[in-house]
Structures are given as structure tokens and as C-alpha cells.
């Protein structure tokens, strides 16, 4: 896996270098045995290393990359720091509809955009660094472990003992079989972000929820953005109107969406990556563009752990497999977060966290099952959601009656000029019971709430 996400290596990722790998870092003496080893310094790792510290516990995490993970190195930290500046640039663009006149173009200087959010991530990972754990009391070892028994592993040259483990080790892009791809160069939500100009013309392939942001945001920023999706509809797991409102809003900020289309092949003529797509029941057609992002699912980080060795069960599909107290096949070894679980947020890895820290040091009976997790696609406008929503409730069985209310007759959004979307809760047929909220709008994100 390359660590090329750092680049280009200016002060800012210097400072973000040394928090979360820091070059000269000596990996202490391991203890006797650990109460608990975290394997990954993500958000499931941090949360359940401090979590433990914090409660007495002798504990050590262990990290092969960076720590902070996808949330502060290439995914939620950065991500929101590129989507702050394109939805800067857009309120800019409609100025005017407000009675607000701006002269000239509005051009966006994407240099100064990267190199805000690469100052921002910087001045953030301190709260994820290696000294801080160390100062909280977790002994921070740097490097790859892999389990050499059921209640023990190693990381280089140290071995250490457990009684009780957490994978957290996280997951990683998956990049399709595309003929040409890897010869033509192609970026990941690990890459992306390394970029100091704006590509003129960017391929997205996937239409997930990564893929509609970064969509989204560089057609802002002034790319002209071509959208692939495999699937009848971009986010193909929303239901059918949520997701025609995010497409609508994409395009209407110049995004070309292609539906039903896979790339069969990927050439390169003087510099220019040309993609050869299939439309379903069309011809197949080029189209020309000067980068290519990569954002078509996420895979386990499995490889390598020695996993056989620690008698716990995992798939290159679905990752570590738990229980419902988040306990592996070995029942002395927990995992939590992307990892172990379809429910790929950051804040769920942390609630996942918690729960293993209870189960694994005092024989807790926490269940994450019992976790109701919200969820939100920072598109604007936005789409968050709790609980069911219809596809859910049928699936399950569950008799609904819905509720809607359309912005278009909330006062207040009309006012704001964000009358697009609407909220729609469902209740238990015949009762007040509620379970689940759709929301689809401008904060979106906070309202689910």
C-alpha cells in the first residue's frame, strides 16, 4: 500500500508528519502482558486505546501507517476541507440572488484551497499523535503487528502478551479490474488530496458517497466532472427519490453522470487518459480526461495480521467476523470499526470502541446491534438519514405510515434561498412510535439530530 498521500510535503504535512509518525519514535519495552492491545490508530484504535488507558488498564496500540487513520489523513478531515471551499465558491456564485453583486468571474485558486486543508490537518493531529497517547499512557509501538498465537504478536523485533486484543485496522480503496487503469494512473481518496492544480477534465468512477462529494466539489472548483456508476442510479442504496435530488444538484453544478456504465479499458495519449465506457443497450464511446479518481468501495485491511495464527475468522468481503458484542472466533480478541462492519463512519467505529472496551475489560454484555447510528452524504444539499426509511421498513416488515414536509413550504428555507428537499419521518402504523428520518436539504446533517 503506498504512502504517497503526503505530498507535497510542505511545512504543513511536515508538522502532521511528526505527530503521526514520528521519524525518530522508539517503540518502548513491551510490558509483561497487556490488559489490551489495539492493532490500528484510527478512530475504533484511538478511542479503544485512550478508552482503556483512561480506566487503568495496561494498554499498548500499534499502528503500520499513520495515526489519526482515513478520518484525519484521507478522508473526513480532509474531505470537509475541500467541501467547505467549493460550497464557499457556490454561495459566491449565487450572490446575485440575493441582491449581492459581485464584478468579474469567480475563479477559485485551487492551489490556496490544498494548501488550507493541508494546514488544518496539520493543526488537528495533535489530538491523534503518538506523543499524546504516550502521555495518556498507552505505549505506542510503530510498525506491523501480526498475531503469532492466540494471545500474543508481534511488531518487528517485540513480542508482546495479551489478554484481550481489538483489530481495528480499518479498510482501504478498492480498485476495479479496469484493463489500462494502473498504466494510466489513477487517484484514490488516499491520493487526491496530494494534488496542488486542478485537473481540467476528472473521471470518477464509483457513485457512492465519495464519489458524489468529490464530484460535487471539484465541479465547483471549476473541473469538468464526468460521474460513472454501475448501478441504475448514483447511490444506488438510497431510495430512488433521495438520490434524484443529489443527482439533480450535481448536475445543475456541471457534473455529466453516466448510469448503467462500466469502463472497459483505459489508454493514455499524450498525457490525456482515454476512457472507453459501455452504456447498457448503447455503443461504447471515449471520453478524454486528464485524471482519474478511484472510488468504487472500500477492502478490509486483513493481510498480513497472522489471523490463522490467532484462530480468528475473517473474508477478503466482509473482514473480521464478530458477534454481536464484537468478539472475533477467538473470544479473546474484539474488533471494531470499517474493518468488522458495513456501517463504515467514523462515528460508529467509535461507539463500536466503546463497546469493546466495556466488553473486553469487564465482561460487559454491550450489543452493538442496540446502536441507532445516523448518517449523512455532505453533498449540498445534503441527505441524512436515521433508523428505516421505506425500502427498510418493507424489508423488515414493518407496517409505516410517513410524514413529509417539503422545504418549499418551510418559511424559513424559502427565506434562506434552500427550499430544495424535504423531511420524512416514519411511524409504526397506527402509533406514534418513530422509526426512522429521511432528510434531504441544506443541514441536512445537523437536523437528523
Known sequence: MSDNFLAPLDAHDQRLLTAVQPPAWVNPEPKARYHLVVIGGGTAGLVSAVGAAALGAKVALIESRFLGGDCLNFGCVPSKALLRAARAAAEVRRAHEFGVELGGEVRVNFAAVMERMRRLRADLAPNDSAQRLRDLGVDVFLGAAQFTGTDSLSVGARALRFRRAVIATGTRPSVPAIAGLAEAGYLTNETIFTLTSLPGRLAIVGGGAVGCELAQAFARFGSRVTLLETNEQILHREMRDNAQIVRQALESDGVAIGTLTRVLRVDVKDNVRILTIDRRNEPARTVEVDAILVAAGRAPNIENLGLDAAQVTASAGAGVQ????????????????????????????????????????????????????????????????????????????????????????????????????????????????????????????????
Open 322 to 449: 464478530v458477534n454481536d458484542r464484537l468478539q472475533t472466533s477467538n473470544r479473546r480478541i474484539f474488533a471494531a470499526g470499517d474493518v468488522c462492519s458495513l456501517v463504515r463512519f467514523t462515528h460508529a467505529a467509535d461507539a463500536q470502541a466503546r463497546i469493546v472496551v466495556q466488553n473486553a475489560l469487564f465482561h460487559g454484555r454491550a450489543r452493538a446491534s442496540r446502536l441507532v447510528i445516523p448518517r449523512c452524504l455532505y453533498t449540498d444539499p445534503e441527505l441524512a438519514a436515521v433508523g428505516m426509511d421505506e425500502r427498510g421498513a418493507h424489508e423488515a416488515g414493518v407496517a409505516i405510515d410517513t410524514f413529509v414536509q417539503e422545504f418549499q413550504h418551510v418559511d424559513r428555507a424559502v427565506i434562506d434561498g434552500d427550499a430544495v428537499g424535504f423531511v420524512k419521518v416514519f411511524v409504526r402504523q397506527g402509533t406514534d412510535k418513530i422509526v426512522g428520518a429521511t432528510i434531504v436539504g441544506r443541514h441536512a446533517g445537523e437536523m437528523i439530530n
